[in-house]
């Protein structure tokens, strides 16, 4: 994350960032350390996600500067109205969570992506929202990194949003523009993480092989 981004976030009222462990801390690099944050910012609504240190090829491609960030801010409009209409909620989900998705929906229709659905079904997972017309996954709240992780490995690269959470209001109890972060990255950086991932395979099925005789003679006893 460069110096201007990681100003900026301190300047905005991203509030209730979940504290990384003594242990996390002492050995997450300055990217893994903002990136596991910004990722799981809050304890409610199922808490903790997962750390970016469990996929440290694409953490790699953070520090290289090959993963680029980008703070969006999300129309007045599309808060505003969130905040007025009825909550509707999925399973277990959180009140700020729904209201957060609903905005994300409306600033994706404002933005041309007029089909913007929630709760879909895709290569992250469920997406909380997503639009198949301009391929644009949009997360809300805390979210697991992995999820990005896998966007950048599909080929046909998505536009992959995090709104993280964050305070809705002012104050003085008026709404808020809500902080986005758009992530960028060219087709090598796809094709380089999926060489890898499938170097990562190649060698746990290798070992599997080599210690497998042993194995069968430990079980022939």
């Not at 100003?7 to 209730?16: A, S, T, V």
């Not at 500067?65 to 909550?87: F, H, N, S, W, Y």
């Given at each position: 994350?460069?110096?201007?981004?990681?100003?900026?976030?301190?300047?905005?009222?991203?509030?209730?960032?979940?504290?990384?462990?003594?242990?996390?801390?002492?050995?997450?690099?300055?990217?893994?350390?903002?990136?596991?944050?910004?990722?799981?910012?809050?304890?409610?609504?199922?808490?903790?996600?997962?750390?970016?240190?469990?996929?440290?090829?694409?953490?790699?491609?953070?520090?290289?500067?090959?993963?680029?960030?980008?703070?969006?801010?999300?129309?007045?409009?599309?808060?505003?109205?969130?905040?007025?209409?009825?909550?509707?909620?999925?399973?277990?989900?959180?009140?700020?969570?729904?209201?957060?998705?609903?905005?994300?929906?409306?600033?994706?229709?404002?933005?041309?992506?007029?089909?913007?659905?929630?709760?879909?079904?895709?290569?992250?997972?469920?997406?909380?929202?997503?639009?198949f017309n301009t391929n644009w996954i949009v997360e809300c709240g805390n979210t697991r990194f992995g999820k990005l992780a896998d966007a950048v490995l599909w080929e046909d690269a998505p536009r992959f949003t995090l709104i993280p959470f964050q305070d809705m209001e002012w104050e003085d109890g008026s709404p808020r523009r809500l902080i986005a972060i758009d992530f960028s990255w060219d087709a090598d950086v796809t094709e380089d993480l999926a060489m890898a991932r499938m170097d990562r395979m190649r060698r746990a099925v290798s070992s599997l092989c080599a210690s497998a005789p042993s194995l069968v003679r430990e079980g022939g006893r």
């Open positions: 994350m460069d110096q201007a981004l990681a100003e900026k976030l301190d300047r905005d009222p991203l509030n209730g960032a979940i504290g990384l462990s003594r242990e996390q801390s002492n050995t997450l690099k300055p990217a893994g350390i903002a990136l596991t944050t910004l990722f799981n910012r809050r304890c409610e609504a199922w808490g903790w996600r997962d750390s970016a240190t469990e996929w440290q090829d694409t953490l790699a491609a953070f520090e290289a500067g090959r993963i680029k960030m980008r703070i969006e801010r999300l129309p007045l409009d599309a808060v505003t109205q969130a905040a007025a209409a009825r909550i509707i909620r999925h399973g277990n989900e959180g009140e700020q969570h729904a209201q957060m998705k609903r905005a994300a929906l409306l600033w994706m229709q404002s933005e041309g992506a007029a089909d913007a659905k929630a709760e879909v079904r895709g290569v992250v997972g469920i997406a909380d929202a997503y639009s």
